[in-house]
């Protein structure tokens, strides 16, 4: 592979802009070759320069005069000197001059080069600072933990014991005559406790502080994230942000799961910086060797020299850290257990299986089978042209159009996985999946085409049941195959097992949970963006109604149809405005917690949709004028409503002064024309919905199959809008360099915070 294409997928997506421009410096390269083409050859071809280089007198082997040659061959043939101009007491901007006659565009590629250059010492230099100015808090988060790890495990320890273990323990362990297990343990914790802090470029003095490691506790409060119903609600009847501390054992395994993460998501960070530096260097030293290889001019040693002697080449800031990172997380996380903590720290990618592949395409081609088989026996049995059946097939599209909807909406999935990749969008870090866990497309399509396979197979089974009992005794058990094949696949879906992507299933259950509980959850972007998926599953709720109603009645030995039923009709409604509920309530919490006002326009939009809904629905079951007036005034407003945020505030697209004219100035997908194909798309899919207002006649569509003909409509438009509203995401952390989630830290010191106040009075 070239290094111009490894350099491209080795990026970071959200730091693409920061890094060196490779394929800038080629262009500028591809033009100095094409002028030297047109030029007339004044100096000797790179052949006759080796031929002469043989009829040079010969060095010898000895290793001191060969290196003086070479050195005096370097000062001979230098062509560049590079200037190192301070900006300030830690900045250096690097200009390069040429100590003879250049070309024009070998001045634009040195000029762009030290432009590249000063570029990414300042981006890593800005990074550096960030982390160590995280690493500092950290190590006060440290302190913390330690202190009350000591207070819950020995609750009667004081201060005074602690200054006379450390006192004993100024010289050797073995010398302050330890002999006891527990004091000796108490000891190494306490050494262990400021391990992390011994870096120097934590500000901490650990001597200071020793003495009062349990004065930490009296400074500290348990931050309260709010990340779950309880805290939420004893927020808002306490008013209080932070809790007190309890010296609890469940308090302090909270504290140090939070910690875990904080040190994982860290080392991450430091990971990332790291190699960020060494792709930067290696680039650099790629793209002079091609220099020299096309301009036959020896600079590529003496600029690579002050590549080296750069910030970005010389810093070990970043080294030192990785280090104490993985000494600390190993002792305090891993009990010294190197290989774990080593795991937990870098958890392995995820590989590619071909036997994914290959039983992706099996079901595929089973699916295609078993729905041409379906529709030959319908066909052939005459099911919809007989009367005895018509009704009993009635009943069966809703139980078994249920998965139809959800199997549309993974393969839409997987297709939007796929697009994501190839246009490079971080959809993992998006979303918040734990590293290795992500389903790739080939995934998500195998679950699809799997689902399709059982439910088609069963579908088959039970028509052909049916068609052909004769006794009645079997018709009750037939009339149960559908329960029992929504009934398993909830079982695999909620198995706790370690099988069939439980990490990703548990991930949805989450964020499922989440919703269903808003806004008692803080909202995540995983959440709102289910929520939004579910208004698209509106008839997949009232199939899931209809499962209720239908086999509830079975029960009760009751053969009177589920829409006739003002309690259905009721929570048929109902059921249509749950998903639109739940945003609503999602944005609420997003507006008290953000003060961002553009949450109360967002959730009015979900308002106006709510009413758009259930007027059309009430038409639907009544059929009556009023109705229809209303149910089209309110649905003409949502449509335009929705429609202008689809397309400018969740796409960004539409706007002002931008470089691609109605679109915005970054874009990921290379033909602009894809953007006004999908605006234009979106539009029209969205006033589809006017169709079950105004009743317009449609050949061989009729009640169910136009609903679900929309229902299908609205899935595919919402999975356009997928891959745009994530584009845009993208975009937006690129945008603002964002490439790691902010984890909560578990302690705040609110002494300080007061100090601050009080500074500020």
């Avoid at 054992?249 to 998501?265: P, Q, T």
Wanted: aromatic content about 14%; charged content about 25%.
């Amino acid at each position: 592979m070239k290094f111009g294409k490894e350099f491209k997928q080795q990026k970071v997506p959200e730091w693409i802009e920061a890094y060196m421009d490779y394929n800038g410096l080629k262009r500028i390269l591809h033009e100095i070759k094409q002028s030297k083409l047109q030029e007339e050859p004044q100096t000797p071809s790179r052949i006759s320069q080796q031929r002469l280089s043989l009829y040079r007198p010969f060095s010898g082997l000895n290793v001191r005069s060969s290196s003086d040659d070479e050195s005096t061959d370097d000062v001979e043939d230098q062509v560049i000197a590079v200037e190192t101009v301070r900006q300030d007491d830690t900045r250096e901007v690097y200009n390069t001059n040429f100590l003879m006659s250049p070309r024009q565009s070998e001045v634009t590629f040195f000029e762009k080069l030290d432009e590249e250059l000063n570029k990414v010492n300042t981006f890593y230099r800005d990074k550096v600072e960030e982390v160590i100015e995280e690493a500092t808090s950290i190590n006060k988060q440290m302190n913390a933990l330690i202190a009350l790890r000591i207070k819950v495990e020995q609750p009667d320890i004081n201060k005074c014991h602690i200054q006379r273990i450390i006192s004993t323990d100024s010289g050797s362990i073995e010398s302050s005559n330890i002999n006891s297990p527990s004091r000796y343990d108490l000891s190494m914790k306490l050494k262990m406790g400021f391990y992390f802090a011994e870096n120097r470029h934590i500000d901490s003095k650990s001597d200071k502080h020793k003495s009062d490691l349990l004065d930490v506790l009296d400074r500290v409060k348990i931050n309260n994230t709010l990340e779950s119903p309880m805290s939420t609600i004893r927020s808002v009847l306490n008013d209080s942000k932070d809790k007190e501390l309890r010296f609890k054992k469940e308090e302090l395994k909270e504290a140090e799961g939070r910690m875990k993460v904080v040190f994982i998501e860290f080392y991450r960070k430091l990971h990332l910086l790291k190699h960020y530096s060494y792709v930067n260097i290696l680039a650099f030293s790629k793209i002079m060797k091609k220099y020299e290889k096309i301009a036959i001019r020896r600079a590529a040693r003496s600029y690579m020299k002050i590549v080296d002697d750069s910030y970005i080449g010389s810093c070990d800031e970043v080294t030192l850290l990785l280090d104490r990172v993985e000494g600390t997380f190993i002792k305090y996380f891993a009990n010294s257990n190197r290989r774990e903590g080593m795991k937990l720290l870098r958890p392995k990618r995820k590989k590619e299986k071909h036997r994914v592949t290959f039983f992706s395409g099996f079901f595929s081609g089973c699916s295609i089978a078993l729905l041409i088989a379906a529709i030959l026996l319908i066909q052939a049995r005459k099911v919809m042209s007989k009367q005895e059946h018509t009704m009993y097939m009635e009943n069966v599209f809703p139980l078994y159009s249920l998965y139809a909807y959800i199997i549309l909406h993974m393969l839409l999935y997987a297709a939007n996985i796929y697009f994501w990749k190839r246009c490079r969008i971080n959809y993992p870090f998006i979303f918040g999946f734990k590293q290795g866990t992500e389903l790739s497309y080939q995934d998500v399509f195998l679950v699809s085409t799997g689902v399709t396979v059982v439910t088609l197979s069963t579908f088959l089974l039970h028509v052909h049941m049916k068609l052909d009992s004769v006794h009645s005794i079997y018709e009750k058990y037939i009339e149960l195959i559908p329960l029992i094949l929504l009934i398993l696949l909830l079982l695999i879906f909620f198995c706790p097992f370690n099988i069939l992507y439980k990490s990703s299933r548990f991930f949805l259950i989450k964020s499922l949970f989440h919703c269903i509980c808003a806004p008692l959850y803080k909202v995540s972007l995983a959440d709102f963006f289910l929520a939004d998926q579910l208004t698209s599953q509106i008839q997949v709720m009232r199939c899931l109604e209809f499962y209720i109603c239908y086999y509830g009645m079975r029960w009760y030995q009751k053969e009177q149809k589920c829409h006739t039923m003002d309690l259905y009709n009721v929570f048929y409604i109902i059921a249509a405005i749950i998903p639109y509920w739940i945003r609503f309530l999602q944005c609420v919490r997003r507006l008290v917690e953000e003060k961002d006002w553009v949450h109360l326009i967002n959730g009015s939009r979900y308002l106006l949709t709510i009413i758009a809904v259930v007027f059309r629905t009430v038409f639907e079951l009544k059929m009556k004028k009023t109705w229809k007036v209303l149910a089209l005034m309110t649905s003409i407003a949502s449509i335009m409503f929705n429609t202008y945020w689809d397309i400018v505030v969740d796409w960004g697209l539409l706007q002002r002064k931008s470089n691609n004219l109605f679109l915005r100035d970054k874009l990921s997908v290379r033909h602009t024309s894809v953007y006004f194909v999908v605006m234009v798309l979106d539009v029209m899919l969205r006033l589809t919905w006017l169709q079950l207002i105004l009743k317009f006649n449609l050949h061989y569509l009729k009640g169910t199959a136009i609903s679900s003909l929309f229902s299908c409509l609205e899935i595919f438009r919402r999975g356009v809008w997928m891959f745009f509203r994530l584009e845009n995401e993208h975009l937006n952390n690129v945008g603002k360099y964002r490439a790691f989630k902010s984890v909560p830290l578990p302690f705040s010191y609110y002494e300080e915070e007061d100090e601050e106040d009080d500074k500020d009075d």
